[in-house]
């Protein structure tokens, strides 16, 4: 993102960070662009029209988060929120691809993250001092990378947290930003199974979720 001389914020990428950003700057008395290098918005969650099959190929593959209140305030911004579906507790079943164990995650439906402390819904192999690196990386002071703050390896990483940050940072997460993966625990993780329900458009993310209804600007590179 950019602040220009002339009063224009420029935020480069129309997926939905960017689109949630310019949701929220639109807001205040500055112009916003945003600039996109494909043909639509949307970044990964997104469905378009293959000529070649004929067939509307769902990219939506990407979820939210309860907990992602700036990517949920842009879909109710563009009349979209009640499209957005998810169970009313929080629970994700995970594989290990090596070794074949299948368990499942259960955050429950509360406002604090309670199910630490119970063997039967954290991870398997862990145990409670193994999540507090997660309170070191929530409450980082300096935007160092990921693997200056904590660990990058053992049961906890490689069965939880390692997946969770590669999904929201999009980048390997030793190197990846402490500061922005802190400000994903503190508003997920850190709040309990109510700001972990996963949420997907059923009728995939189509470009009409991305309708004209925001006073920004979107360059096409």
Known sequence: ?????????????????????????????????VHEATAVAGGRCRS??????????????HLLLSGNHAAISLTEAIGSRSGLRGPDEAQFAF????????????????????????KDRRVPQTGVADYLPLARLAWATADKPIGDIMKCGGPIYDRFVGPLLLAALNIAPQQGSAKLAGAVVRETLALGGQACRPLLRMRGWGAYSWSPRLPICVVWA
């Open 95 to 118: 594989i290990d691809m090596t070794s074949g164990e299948q368990w499942t995650l259960r955050f429950g439906d509360s406002r604090f993250p309670w199910w630490v402390f119970d």
């Open 48 to 61: 378009y029209y293959d000529q070649t099959t004929g067939m509307v190929i769902d990219n939506g593959t």
């Open 1 to 33: 993102m950019h602040l220009s001389d002339a009063g224009t914020i420029h935020i480069v990428g129309a997926g939905l960070a960017g689109l949630a950003a310019a949701e929220r700057l639109s807001q205040s008395y500055w112009a916003v662009a």
